[in-house]
């Protein structure tokens, strides 16, 4: 926003403050949603994320300056991503054995480090490859095009990670009716 809209620092900060609020919602909610949907949750999460990049990705691509759309899709997926976090390392760990709980807590959490780095790095190259070699002399609308390609890898990734959470979510009701008919 600074360098392809030619913002100041606060105005690009305000842009995206809403996702930031969302974000810090999202875990004030989590145990009303928890203890409503369960594990379900994790899918709930990533069909939100996947609406807010969807819904900012669409607004992007309408003007220069975001508009209602641009940010309530920042706080939907802010919201969402509030919601995942707590959500994926309490889940997850159902499935560990009590005694390997610190282990499996630590590798959860190295494991999102590294895919949020690889993520980020990746992104961002799709991002300044589609800005292309003007750099910073490129027009506003290449960097705003270049924003809606970002938004839209990352709505494709949550859409996968919406079909890996409904198998998540099956293979723990099979393993729980499983352990309750030996039971």
């Not at 369960?38 to 607004?59: I, K, P, Q």
Request: charged residues 5%; hydrophobic residues 60%; positive net charge.
């Amino acid at each position: 926003m600074q360098t392809g809209l030619h913002w100041t620092p606060l105005a690009s900060d305000v842009a995206i403050m809403p996702f930031a609020i969302g974000f810090a919602i999202g875990p004030l909610a989590s145990p009303a949603v928890v203890k409503r949907i369960g594990a379900h949750v994790l899918t709930l999460a990533f069909s939100m994320m996947t609406l807010g990049f969807t819904v900012t990705g669409f607004a992007a691509g309408a003007g220069a300056a975001p508009n209602l759309p641009f940010y309530a899709g920042l706080v939907c997926a802010g919201v969402a991503q509030g919601l995942l976090l707590p959500s994926i390392m309490r889940i997850v760990l159902l499935e560990v054995a009590p005694e390997k709980a610190g282990l499996a807590s630590a590798v959860i959490s190295s494991t999102l480090q590294i895919g949020s780095a690889f993520g980020t790095a990746a992104i961002s190259g799709a991002f300044f490859g589609a800005v292309g070699a003007a750099g910073a002399e490129a027009a506003p609308a290449r960097y705003a095009r270049a924003f809606q390609l970002s938004l839209a890898i990352n709505a494709v990734l949550m859409f996968v990670c919406i079909g890996l959470s409904v198998l998540l979510v099956r293979h723990q009701q099979t393993a729980l009716r499983r352990a309750a008919a030996a039971a």
